[in-house]
C-alpha cells in the first residue's frame, strides 16, 4: 500500500527505540542508522516534531546514544530501567508514545510510527477514526507485525535496503530491556525461521 506524500504536509515522527534497537540486532548483528530512518520517513515533507522514547540506566552507557539523537533533531524522551527483585526488568514506553502521537495528532497530517510492535495496532486504528491523519510505519519487515502492516495507509518495510538504514559498527549502546520483545514472533513464526528467532536467545545486558 502506498500514498499520496508532498511537501506541505506536516509529519510527526515516533521512535520506539527498543523495538528497532532489537529488530537491527537480531536479524543483521548490526545498529540502526536512526538518521537514515528519520529521512525515509519524512520524505522531504515538513518535519514538525521528532520522538525517540529511550530508557536510562545507572551506568549511563547509552548517554553517547541520547547525544546522537539529539544531533539529528530527535528528541529524546527517557524514563528509568526498573529491575525488580528477583532480577526482572521492565521499561515500556508504549503507552506514553500512544499519548504523544494522540496529542500530536490535530497539528499533523501525517503520524509516522518508528516499530513493528503490534502492542500499536490500537494507535493506529484510532488515529486513522479519529484524527483525519495518514498514519504511516516504518520498520523491518521481516519482524514487524503483519496485522500492524494492514491496518496503516503506509509500511516503509526498511528489509528492502537493509543497509540503507544500518550501521556495522558504532561506539554507543542502548540497554536492553529483556521484558520487552520486539519482534513479533507469535506472528512471524509461523510464516518463516528467520534472524528474528535469535530474539530468544537475548541474554541480559547483551
Known amino acids: ?41 519524512v520524505a522531504g515533507r515538513q518535519l514538525i516534531r521528532a520522538l525517540a522514547y529511550v530508557v536510562t540506566t545507572e551506568s549511563g552507557e547509552e548517554q553517547n546514544f541520547f547525544d546522537a539523537l539529539e544531533k539529528l533533531g530527535i528528541e529524546v524522551r527517557s524514563k528509568e530501567l526498573q529491575i525488580f527483585f528477583g532480577g526482572a526488568k521492565k521499561a515500556d514506553w508504549d503507552v506514553g508514545l500512544a499519548v504523544d502521537a494522540i496529542v500530536a495528532a490535530p497539528k499533523l497530517d501525517a503520524v509516522i510510527l518508528a516499530t513493528g510492535d503490534g502492542d500499536f495496532i490500537p494507535l493506529a486504528q484510532y488515529l486513522k477514526m479519529h484524527s483525519g491523519c495518514q498514519v504511516e510505519v516504518i520498520s523491518f519487515g521481516k519482524s ?36 520487552k520483545k520486539p519482534v513479533q514472533q507469535s506472528e512471524h513464526k509461523k510464516k518463516s525461521n528467520n534472524g528474528a528467532d535469535t530474539e530468544k536467545k537475548k541474554t541480559k545486558g547483551s
Not at 12 to 39: C, E, M, P
Not at 149 to 154: G, I, T
Request: charge should be positive; aromatic fraction near 10%; avoid cysteine.
Open 1 to 41: 500500500m502506498s500514498v499520496i506524500k508532498h511537501k506541505e504536509q506536516r509529519v510527526g515522527v515516533f521512535i520506539d527505540t527498543q523495538n528497532l534497537y532489537h529488530s537491527a540486532k537480531n536479524l543483521y548483528k548490526a545498529r540502526v542508522n536512526f538518521g537514515a530512518v528519520l529521512k525515509e520517513a
Open 144 to 179: 514487524a507485525s503483519a496485522r500492524l502492516r494492514e491496518e496503516v495507509d503506509d509500511f516503509i518495510d526498511m528489509d528492502k535496503d537493509p543497509k540503507k538504514f544500518l550501521i556495522q559498527n558504532s561506539s554507543w549502546r542502548i540497554p536492553l530491556v529483556g521484558g
